[in-house]
Structures are given as structure tokens and as C-alpha cells.
T-cell receptor, first 114, second 112 residues
Framework: EADIYQTPRYLVIGTGKKITLECSQTMGHDKMYWYQQDPGMELHLIHY???????EKGDLSSESTVSRIRTEHFPLTLESARPSHTSQYLC?????????????FGPGTRLTVL | AQTVTQSQPEMSVQEAETVTLSCTYD???????LFWYKQPPSRQMILVIRQEAYKQQNATENRFSVNFQKAAKSFSLKISDSQLGDAAMYFCAYWDGNKLVFGAGTILRVKS
């Protein structure tokens, strides 16, 4: 199992609340990613980072924001949660060097916004 | 833009038998990487197997092997001697140099 962690694993929250989903990895990986996945559906990349102070938007437009102040930490924030944000959020990481770029995934956070 | 297509939303296999999951992709690149990931129900996504496009030899990992047809842009996954623990959603993915592009996934059910 890869050393990548996400908290909380499950979150039920009301509309309008600010939430932060945590992701951390202990592998020293430079690349980190956030995906959004509805149950039984494909993954959509929403954010990624190639290192400290680097963040990029992914293919799927998202109202969330991310930050990368430390190599091991890549939190995702929703300033005002809405029911449309209900989904599973997966964090992943990979080495920067090397061409294989195998991504290691965290266990996910299942978010429900009421 | 690169795309990855998994045409089988769902597959079933009897325990101990063999199943093949299909994947096709579209790219104009000559050198790239392809992956199969497994996502068990409510569990972490894990890498099953990886193929480098410049290698003609098909990748193999124990009971998992691929049939990589570069000209046809096909990358199927064969699972031999299927086990109950193989039941999961399987995603085919293409590395485009910046990120992974995933297919829609195939749900694999294993019958005992």
C-alpha cells in the first residue's frame, strides 16, 4: 500500500460551509493530483501540482482551490459547499523525475453536501 | 486531445476462469505509457500493470497480463485464474506527459 493519506474519509456537511479536504504523502513525491469521481463513474482531474508553490487546474472545472506550501501536503478547499459538490475526491501523487509516472492514490474522501 | 475508451461498462467471470477487459486509446505520440488501475469497492485505487509503448513485449504481473497492439491502439487486460478478490472497477489510463487520462471504467464481477 502506498503512503498517501486523506482525511476525513467521509464528510456530511450543510450548504454554505467552508471545507478543507486534506491529502498528505510520505513518499517525497513532487507531483500531486486531485480527482473528482462520482460513484461507479470515471475520474476527472480537477487540480494538480508539480511541486511547492505550483498549482494548475485540471480538465474539469471546479469551484475548489488548492495550495502546495509543503511537498507532502496538498489540501483542497471549498469556500462554500453546495449539493452539486457531493462526490468522492481522490488524491494521488507521483515522482517528478522518471518517465513512468505511476500515480499512487489515497483512499478518497466521500463528501455529501446537504 | 488523447482519449481512452473502455467499451465494456460491466463484465462477469466465473471464479478460476479467464476474462479480458478491453481498452482503446487515441494518440498521435509514438512514445507513451499505459496503465491499468483497479478500484475495489470502497477501497484504494491501486496500480495493476503498466506498459511502455516503445516496448513490444507485453507486460505481465502474475495473473495479470496485457495485449498491447500499438498499431491498433489497443491495450486489453487479461486476468487469468480469476479470484473473488479481483472483483472491482478497472480503469485503463494513458499518460499524456502531464497527467493520466482515464477511461470510463469497467466493473468486473466474479462469480463463485
Amino acid at each position: 500500500e502506498a503512503d498517501i493519506y486523506q482525511t476525513p474519509r467521509y464528510l456530511v456537511i450543510g450548504t454554505g460551509k467552508k471545507i478543507t479536504l486534506e491529502c498528505s504523502q510520505t513518499m517525497g513525491h513532487d507531483k500531486m493530483y486531485w480527482y473528482q469521481q462520482d460513484p461507479g463513474m470515471e475520474l476527472h482531474l480537477i487540480h494538480y501540482s508539480y511541486g511547492v508553490n505550483s498549482t494548475e487546474k485540471g480538465d474539469l472545472s471546479s469551484e475548489s482551490t488548492v495550495s502546495r506550501i509543503r511537498t507532502e501536503h496538498f489540501p483542497l478547499t471549498l469556500e462554500s459547499a453546495r449539493p452539486s459538490h457531493t462526490s468522492q475526491y481522490l488524491c494521488a501523487s507521483a515522482r517528478l523525475r522518471g518517465s513512468t509516472d505511476t500515480q499512487y492514490f489515497g483512499p478518497g474522501t466521500r463528501l455529501t453536501v446537504l | 486531445a488523447q482519449t481512452v475508451t473502455q467499451s465494456q461498462p460491466e463484465m462477469s467471470v466465473q471464479e478460476a476462469e479467464t476474462v479480458t477487459l478491453s481498452c482503446t486509446y487515441d494518440t498521435s505520440e509514438s512514445d507513451y505509457y499505459l496503465f491499468w488501475y483497479k478500484q475495489p469497492p470502497s477501497r484504494q485505487m491501486i496500480l495493476v500493470i503498466r506498459q511502455e509503448a516503445y516496448k513490444q513485449q507485453n507486460a505481465t504481473e502474475n495473473r495479470f497480463s496485457v495485449n498491447f497492439q500499438k498499431a491498433a491502439k489497443s491495450f486489453s487486460l487479461k486476468i487469468s485464474d480469476s479470484q473473488l478478490g479481483d472483483a472491482a472497477m478497472y480503469f485503463c489510463a494513458y499518460w499524456d506527459g502531464n497527467k493520466l487520462v482515464f477511461g470510463a471504467g469497467t466493473i468486473l464481477r466474479v462469480k463463485s
